[in-house]
């Protein structure tokens, strides 16, 4: 017998100990980091409304409790039951049946309202019906990214439960050495912003933390191949671990499916279809561009399925001797501060993922309250000397006078975003504008995937900043709704018509300028002086972004006409720059999220963000701090115990 | 066709160009880093005597030229030939031809007089044979090392052809990667002393340096278990190479070959044969303590099959981005600092292994003169702020007053000492007492392998100090053979004989008495109070022979009657410290080893020391010449490209 089944064997006998007589347990086994608990009594075990609570904080495992099989009661009696025990008002739009396992996926508009006080209505569920509910929002706005996903891991449970099996014995395998050690090494995202991809390791343990590609650089991607990566293979890494769905953090996910891992992905459940979202638009834009994708979208859901998510502040075992805890890091909707603990109180590393500090109109400020952590990995996109950004009131002046004055001109006004973070940060400052009467009432055009990521963020409330989040929870307000937002559904026919048409503000992707519809809107708003290019993001070194930024008046152009043939476009629109909607803390909020740590961590490694910026704001956090503090180089690895 | 044949056929072209019509090049091959040319007509190529320098220098490559099989001489009348060109006096003590390759090997006492003044001897052989002659000198003191291992290899002649074969093919792979990095890493002997080992890492290549055990520790052991080591398998490394023979740099060096590896290892002639000994006995030492020893002595034969001996500065390509030279180190027989060229003037990178910086008795000062070298990996072991040692002269002088001191008292004086170095520095020492009247003559008794290494140092004396070296050259005056010293090859008969009888001094190993015939004469030595333990190297943390050092007057001790028990044994003999003898550079030495370098690196990591030698060090480095400086930790990885 493996020690993981005599694990599994001690644990049955312990809960059968600690639960009354009557109540049976017929199984246990891991799925992922969860214990799944099965009885003939799923009834009498949700009366004790405390019961799972304690058996959890008893054995310190997290547990769900499942009906075994064979006491199932049919799904049209059960489904006329649970209807009977929720309130109407919760807006069920689906149940769905698994008898494999017991459990009925209920998808609510108000899931609040179907989970009950301390979840007390789920209680209520299976003791009316016997069966083990799950509960998840349907999107506010229609999203094919969500019912994707649900709809791939619904046609996919079988396999999902074996994957989640094998991780989960994996989670709880024995520890084999007796040898202590815990090491960053860097493949990526070092003196440079872009292909971010780290490995935390100890003697058990080999953890994949991001792998991004870089923006503006074709051939730039993580050293995935030397042998302390990959080079044993893809599966000597045991987990890999997101914070974030931008390209930079996420792109090369997928291939590590090709290249053979079969372990799991953990982040949070934004993350993970924004992810989707993304890496699938990813593959496209390679594809248009003639470039060979480097793997193809069934790595995409390869990725998907093999995914674990997280909420922020859970605590999840993901080995033997590595806990892992997300919590908010302010940057993108699902966006994590990662925290490691290691070793039963031997070490604990944080890494910031992309963070901002303050407060903005989506997202709460990044979390840098941890029980303890040693060594902090803090990105420093801003970290420079001068990196200090206007503050988001000025900023949002500054943008409301450039749209104001671009109107007066007659001209439109051009905004290349990212899909996801700064586009919906900007549809909130718009809409409150134009309902405060502070610019005028004018169309805004999404284009490229930002309604679709838009979409996403209001399937997940729960990671935007609070007042938000109620705002949202009363459809009447949800501000992401308002009429002024226009899908740019119609394709260049429609972009035409826009073109030709009254004034405006277009929000489109890229946000670096790197491709996407941006390109076609360059070409329609690009020869009119009187209308606006307003960066409201960071541009990446060596992108066309950076490049119109810092004053390009002429680029190449893709004759639309003829194809192949490049062609040069003469540029006679404004461009103007508006700092501070940024998603990254500047200089100023990395600063504070290092000095209102407590306690603070020993050492610091400043990575993400160019040599200047790493290095200063190395030694600024030296200074200040009396810290150890490090600018990295890429393909370097470090050790803390 | 490989892009290495394709190689090899331009190779043969362009030497086909240079040489004169009539001589003809039947076929080029590599030979590890060599390159070897056959011709049909050897008698010719040999009469320029210029030609094969003018083709090496041309073609940048290290050349040697065989006789095409074809047109060989029959043996006998070659052998004839050949005594008649040999002057008598060089003393050839055996000639053996090898009709596969067209070689023959001469074994003679002074291989000087059948080389000639710039190799004309050797020409003059071939001219005269069409043979290509190999020299080797008989051993002036019998050694079954260097006959075992001359031996084997004529035995194991075809598959060390093949063996060389691959391996110079792959030194002459294409260059795959378009990327740049020179990278460390740290698998041992930072922090500590002992189990040396470092891999050098390019895009193109990955080098082992050393692969020791650590005296006083069973289990620390070097970390090739993990990923960047050999995780992804023995042959994910390229080459080998050995600074020098002691175990903390050798020990696992064969336990590579039971690990799969394949490759080639580099290091100088005696070091070869010193590793051969030293690893045999650390096989037997582990059998005789009851241990598994970790390989067995097949592997050490495997890896003196896949060495290719290197002299000191022979500049050697050793992949298609790294060259090597060896440069005297001044530590032991055979011990090289190691310079690696990488990368075309990309970047230089010389580890010190274990050095001496002035000159001893037995050897000339440690060699520091490079071209360029960027980054220097230095020893540390008396890198400590108070490791200053005393100028040897006084330490004679104190060695002197202890043995007088000892036999006035009517005791013997018991030196543990490493076979391998400062037992043939104190023989020299106390040859040189004895014959000056400075101390009494009485019998040196040279207990364990200090014979056998004795025997090896003769075989090499190109390797020894240049005034020592010229004495071996004449018999007569050859110290290591004067009457005083005596072999112990009658076991414990002869010890207890020893022990009963006059006063005399008795050299023995091991050097931190941690096994070995020391353990015995502790115990014949070990209960007088008339005789002394004078150590003479340093002896490591956690060793018995620290511990005696620092005033334990009783250990524990194997009983002899009764095998297993151990007992207490009361030490009542003197211990006296007499510094100076050893080894390794002391603090002064180790600076002036920085300080006379000429450019000086930009970088210095400080290894092979404890903590504090090490932090003491690299501190003092830093202020005293303002360059980087480091004190790494095991496990590390450092970019320097
Ligand atoms: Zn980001
Ligand atoms: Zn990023
Ligand atoms: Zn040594
Ligand atoms: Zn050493
Ligand atoms: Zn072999």
Redesign the interface.
């Known amino acids: 017998m493996s020690t993981v089944d005599q694990q599994l064997e001690e644990l049955q006998d312990q809960i059968t100990n600690e639960i009354p007589p009557d109540i049976s347990v017929t199984d246990v086994k891991y799925e992922g980091p969860e214990l799944v608990v099965y009885t003939r009594d799923p009834k009498q075990f949700a009366q004790d409304g405390d019961l799972v609570r304690r058996l959890a904080s008893k054995l310190r495992k997290r547990i769900t409790v499942r009906p075994d099989p064979a006491v199932l009661s049919r799904p049209e009696k059960a489904r006329e039951r649970i209807m009977n025990v929720i309130p109407e008002d919760a807006g069920v739009t689906d149940l769905d049946f698994h008898e494999d396992t017991g459990e009925v996926v209920i998808e609510a508009e108000k899931p609040g309202m179907v989970i009950g006080r301390h979840g007390s209505t789920l209680r209520e569920i299976t003791e009316a019906a016997g069966w083990t509910p799950e509960v998840v929002r349907t999107p506010p706005i229609e999203s094919s990214t969500v019912s994707n996903v649900r709809n791939f891991l619904k046609s996919e449970r079988d396999d999902r439960r074996d994957i989640l099996e094998k991780v989960g014995r994996q989670i709880h395998r024995e520890e084999m050495s007796d040898d202590e050690?815990v090491?960053i090494?860097t493949l990526g995202c070092c003196r440079e912003v872009g292909r971010a991809a780290f490995i935390l390791?100890t003697p058990e343990t080999?953890i994949l933390i991001d792998c991004g590609d870089k923006p503006g650089s074709d051939d730039e991607v993580p050293y995935l191949q030397?042998?302390?990566?990959l080079?044993?293979?893809a599966n000597?890494i045991d987990a890999v671990v997101l914070t974030h769905a931008h390209l930079d953090h996420s792109a090369f996910i997928p291939l590590l499916f090709k290249y053979g891992y079969d372990g799991p992905i953990y982040t949070t459940e934004p993350t993970r279809d924004l992810m989707g979202l993304l890496t699938l638009d990813y593959l496209d834009v390679a594809a248009k561009e003639g470039r060979t994708p480097p793997y193809d979208s069934e790595m995409v859901r390869e990725a998907i399925k093999h995914t674990i998510p997280l909420e922020y502040g859970d605590v999840t075992d993901i080995a033997p001797d590595v806990k892992l805890t997300f919590h908010n890091a302010g940057h993108i909707l699902g966006s994590a501060v990662t925290h490691f603990h290691i070793g039963d109180g031997l070490y604990n590393v944080a890494f910031s993922g992309d963070i901002h500090y303050e407060d903005t109109r989506l997202f709460n400020g990044a979390v840098n309250d941890f029980p303890r952590v040693e060594t902090l990995v803090l990105e420093s996109t801003y970290g420079g000397r001068n990196d200090y950004q206007t503050d988001q009131e000025d900023s949002e002046r500054k943008l409301k006078r450039v749209i104001n004055e671009t109107y007066e001109n007659g001209g439109k006004i051009l905004i290349p975003a990212f899909a996801v973070g700064r586009s919906q940060e900007m549809m909130l400052v718009l809409e409150e504008a134009m309902r405060k009467g502070d610019i005028p009432e004018m169309p805004i055009h999404l284009d490229g995937m930002i309604w679709e990521a838009t979409a996403i963020h209001t399937t997940y409330p729960e990671y935007l900043r609070d007042d938000l989040r109620d705002r949202i929870f009363h459809e009447d307000e949800n501000p992401f709704l308002a009429p002024q937002f226009n899908h740019i559904d119609g394709g260049e026919e429609e972009r035409q018509e826009v073109a030709d048409g009254d004034q405006c503000i277009i929000l489109s992707t890229s946000g670096m300028v790197e491709g996407g519809p941006i390109m076609s809107w360059i070409q329609h708003i690009g020869p009119d002086p009187d209308s606006t290019m307003t960066f409201v993001g960071y541009q990446a070194q060596g992108t066309l972004g950076r490049r119109i930024q810092s004053g390009w008046d002429e680029i190449p152009m893709p004759d639309r006409q003829d194809g192949g043939r490049t062609e040069r476009l003469q540029l006679e629109m404004d461009t103007e720059t508006v700092d501070g909607f940024s998603g990254h803390a500047d200089r100023q909020g990395l600063e504070d999220f290092v000095r209102t740590m407590n306690p603070r961590p020993e050492k610091v490694l400043c990575v993400h963000g160019d040599e200047s910026s790493t290095q200063d704001l190395s030694s600024a956090l030296y200074h200040e701090f009396n810290m150890r503090t490090f600018a990295p180089?890429?393909?370097?690895?470090?050790?803390f115990i």
Chains 1, 2 share one sequence.
């Open positions: 050690y090491r090494t390791s080999r030397v042998q302390e990566a080079g044993a293979g000597s180089k890429n393909l370097e690895t470090f050790r």
